[in-house]
T-cell receptor, first 115, second 112 residues
Framework: DTGVSQNPRHKITKRGQNVTFRCDPI?????LYWYRQTLGQGPEFLTY????????KSRLLSDRFSAERPKGSFSTLEIQRTEQGDSAMYLC?????????????FGPGTRLTVT | AQSVTQPDIHITVSEGASLELRCNYS??????LFWYVQSPGQGLQLLLK??????LVQGIKGFEAEFKRSQSSFNLRKPSVHWSDAAEYFC??????????FGAGTTVTVRA
C-alpha cells in the first residue's frame, strides 16, 4: 500500500490557461474523491467516482472543471480557462466502499497558483 | 445542513503539556465523525474515527477523542504533546456515504 499519490505537487499557471492534475488512488480502492482547499479553510467536496462512474458533482464544480476516471483506476481533474479564484490546494482521496466504511484516505494534494 | 465548527483557529501549547481541540457538529442522526491532521505541505492523515459504540475512541500518535451526543461535540485530546504535533487539525463529519464536511481547522503551535 503506497498511499494516494498526486501529480504535480505544485502548478503555477497564467490566467486563461488550462491545467490537468492526476490522482492515483490506493490500488484496491473503488471510490475516488476530489476536494478543494483554500487558505484557512477545510477541504470542500467537488466530485467522486465509484469505479469509472462519476456519481456526484458539487455546485462548486463549474463547467470549466471536468474530471474523469477511465477504467476505474487513476483520475484526472482538468480546469479550463483558469481564473485567479481557482488558486487552491486540490486534494484527492480514495476509499474502499463496502457499505459501512466511511473513512477516506487523502493524497498530498496539488497546489495550484493562478497568476 | 450538516456542518462542523472548530471554535479555535489557533492554539499554542508547550511541549509536554496536554492538548484539547474542540469540535462541534450539527447533524440530525448519529454522526460518523473523524479527526484528520495536516502537516505543512502534506495531505490529510486520518487520526481517528467514531462510528458507534464506545464514545471514547483511540487513534494514532497517542490521540483520543470523546463523542458527547448531549453536547454535539467530538473533542480531540492528547495528554502530552511533542514538537512533531505542530500541524493543522480538521474535524469532519460524513454527510452521506461519499461526502465529508470539514471544519475550518485548528492550527497547533508547540513551543519548546
Amino acid at each position: 500500500d503506497t498511499g494516494v499519490s498526486q501529480n504535480p505537487r505544485h502548478k503555477i499557471t497564467k490566467r486563461g490557461q488550462n491545467v490537468t492534475f492526476r490522482c492515483d488512488p490506493i490500488s484496491e480502492h473503488n471510490r475516488l474523491y476530489w476536494y478543494r482547499q483554500t487558505l484557512g479553510q477545510g477541504p470542500e467536496f467537488l466530485t467522486y467516482f465509484q469505479n469509472e462512474a462519476q456519481l456526484e458533482k458539487s455546485r462548486l464544480l463549474s463547467d470549466r472543471f471536468s474530471a474523469e476516471r477511465p477504467k476505474g483506476s487513476f483520475s484526472t481533474l482538468e480546469i479550463q480557462r483558469t481564473e485567479q479564484g481557482d488558486s487552491a490546494m486540490y486534494l484527492c482521496a480514495s476509499s474502499s466502499w463496502t457499505g459501512y466504511s466511511y473513512e477516506q484516505y487523502f493524497g498530498p494534494g496539488t497546489r495550484l497558483t493562478v497568476t | 445542513a450538516q456542518s462542523v465548527t472548530q471554535p479555535d483557529i489557533h492554539i499554542t501549547v508547550s511541549e509536554g503539556a496536554s492538548l484539547e481541540l474542540r469540535c462541534n457538529y450539527s447533524y440530525g442522526a448519529t454522526p460518523y465523525l473523524f479527526w484528520y491532521v495536516q502537516s505543512p505541505g502534506q495531505g490529510l492523515q486520518l487520526l481517528l474515527k467514531y462510528f458507534s459504540g464506545d464514545t471514547l475512541v483511540q487513534g494514532i500518535k497517542g490521540f483520543e477523542a470523546e463523542f458527547k451526543r448531549s453536547q454535539s461535540s467530538f473533542n480531540l485530546r492528547k495528554p502530552s504533546v511533542h514538537w512533531s504535533d505542530a500541524a493543522e487539525y480538521f474535524c469532519a463529519v460524513a454527510v452521506n456515504d461519499y461526502k465529508l464536511s470539514f471544519g475550518a481547522g485548528t492550527t497547533v503551535t508547540v513551543r519548546a
